[in-house]
């Protein structure tokens, strides 16, 4: 037992030491660790509000007020869809590499900063310890799914 002890305070350590990172480095640009995870997820393709919200966990208001902030700050806009117009996509106002100028941290190459003293076999043995985490972590939230469909 004391093994998985040791694995929760870890978890838990990275998760703390991540976010704590991110929101100093963000703090530096204006913006909150909310508007980054935001702008992370619509970098990979517009979002509805809707989307967002299920993504985040945050209720739609929040969302919306943080979603307001970002288009104020020019990060994003907001835009009509063409075939239902009661359907709002929030999209990058710039292309992604313009974004990633204006806040580098939301770029690749703010990874291979963060761990540029790692050799290669380290960062290796890193990457799959997570894919280890992880696989676990899904394999539990797929269980979750089922029992919450009984």
């Not at 480095?25 to 619509?42: K, M, P, T």
């Not at 993504?55 to 806009?77: H, W």
């Not at 835009?79 to 690749?108: C, S, T």
């Not at 696989?135 to 469909?149: A, D, I, N, P």
Request: proline share 2%.
């Amino acid at each position: 037992m004391e093994h998985f002890d040791r694995l929760s305070e870890l978890l838990m350590q990275t998760n703390k030491l991540s976010v704590e990172l991110f929101s100093k480095v963000a703090e530096q640009y204006g913006i909150s660790h909310a508007e980054i995870f935001l702008l992370q997820q619509i970098k990979k393709s517009p979002k509805t509000i809707g989307e967002l919200s299920r993504l985040s966990g945050f209720p739609y208001s929040t969302i919306s007020g943080v979603v307001s902030r970002l288009e104020a700050g020019g990060y994003v806009v907001r835009q009509k869809d063409q075939q239902d117009r009661r359907v709002v996509w929030v999209r990058l106002a710039d292309d992604v590499e313009q974004l990633e100028r204006r806040l580098p941290f939301l770029g690749k190459t703010y990874v291979h900063e963060l761990f540029a003293g790692m050799t290669k076999e380290e960062v290796e043995k890193l990457c799959d310890s997570f894919r280890l985490v992880n696989s676990y972590l899904l394999k539990k939230l797929e269980e979750q799914g089922e029992r919450e469909r009984k």
